[in-house]
T-cell receptor, first 110, second 115 residues
Framework: RKEVEQDPGPFNVPEGATVAFNCTYS??????FFWYRQDCRKEPKLLMS???SGNEDGRFTAQLNRASQYISLLIRDSKLSDSATYLC???????????FGAGTRLFVKA | DVKVTQSSRYLVKRTGEKVFLECVQD?????MFWYRQDPGLGLRLIYF???????EKGDIPEGYSVSREKKERFSLILESASTNQTSMYLC??????????????FGPGTRLTVL
C-alpha cells in the first residue's frame, strides 16, 4: 500500500465548477500536511498547508481528518488557470521525511 | 526572490558513466532534498541533508550518493548510470523551524536520459 494515495484523475470540470480531491495517508505518525500544485513541465510549488482545524485561502479550502487519515482540497469557482496536478504531501514525526502522493490531474475547460 | 537552481535542464548520458547533478539554493536553508519524479509514481525521495556534511537516505537511495560540502550546495551522484535511472530529478530546499521542515522550494528539474 502506498503511504500517500490519490486518485490520479483526470478530473475534467467546466469553469465555475466546484471540485474536491481527497488523499489518504497510511502513517498515523504523520504530523504535517500540505497541498502542492505542479503545472505541466514545471516544478511543484506549495499551494497551502493543511491545519487540524481546516483552513481556507480564497477559493481553496483544505481539511484534515486524522481519525480517517485523509486530507481534502476543495476548489470553488474553478478557473482555467487552476488546471494543474495537485500533490498531496505528508511529513513524518521527525519532520524531515516528506512523502508525496502521485498527484491528481485537473483540467478546467471553458 | 527565493531561488533553487540546478546545473542542467536536460542531460543525456551513456550507461556506466558517472553523473553529477548540482543544486544550489540562495535562501540559507538548512534542509536540502533530491527527488526523482516518474509518471504514475510521483516524487520519490532519494536523499536529504539537514546540515553541511550530513545526509540521510530517502526511500530509493540505491545507485545514488550525495555530497554537501557547503550549506548552499547539494550534489547528487550516479556512480554508474543505468537506463532505469532515466527520470526527472528535482532538488528542493527548506528552512528548519521548530524542529520541523517547512515549505519546500524546488528547482526547475533536470531531465536525465541514460542511453
Amino acid at each position: 500500500r502506498k503511504e500517500v494515495e490519490q486518485d490520479p484523475g483526470p478530473f475534467n470540470v467546466p469553469e465555475g465548477a466546484t471540485v474536491a480531491f481527497n488523499c489518504t495517508y497510511s502513517n498515523s505518525a504523520s504530523q504535517s500536511f500540505f497541498w502542492y500544485r505542479q503545472d505541466c513541465r514545471k516544478e511543484p510549488k506549495l499551494l497551502m498547508s493543511v491545519y487540524s482545524s481546516g483552513n481556507e485561502d480564497g477559493r481553496f479550502t483544505a481539511q484534515l481528518n486524522r481519525a480517517s487519515q485523509y486530507i481534502s482540497l476543495l476548489i470553488r469557482d474553478s478557473k482555467l488557470s487552476d488546471s494543474a496536478t495537485y500533490l498531496c504531501v505528508t511529513e513524518d514525526t521527525g519532520g524531515f521525511k516528506t512523502i508525496f502522493g502521485a498527484g491528481t490531474r485537473l483540467f478546467v475547460k471553458a | 526572490d527565493v531561488k533553487v537552481t540546478q546545473s542542467s535542464r536536460y542531460l543525456v548520458k551513456r550507461t556506466g558513466e558517472k553523473v553529477f547533478l548540482e543544486c544550489v539554493q540562495d535562501m540559507d536553508h538548512e534542509n536540502m532534498f533530491w527527488y526523482r519524479q516518474d509518471p504514475g509514481l510521483g516524487l520519490r525521495l532519494i536523499y536529504f541533508s539537514y546540515d553541511v556534511k550530513m545526509k540521510e537516505k530517502g526511500d530509493i537511495p540505491e545507485g545514488y550518493s550525495v555530497s554537501r560540502e557547503k550549506k548552499e550546495r547539494f550534489s547528487l551522484i550516479l556512480e554508474s548510470a543505468s537506463t532505469n535511472q532515466t527520470s526527472m530529478y528535482l532538488c528542493a530546499s527548506s528552512h528548519l523551524a521548530g524542529g520541523r521542515s517547512n515549505e519546500q522550494f524546488f528547482g526547475p528539474g533536470t531531465r536525465l536520459t541514460v542511453l
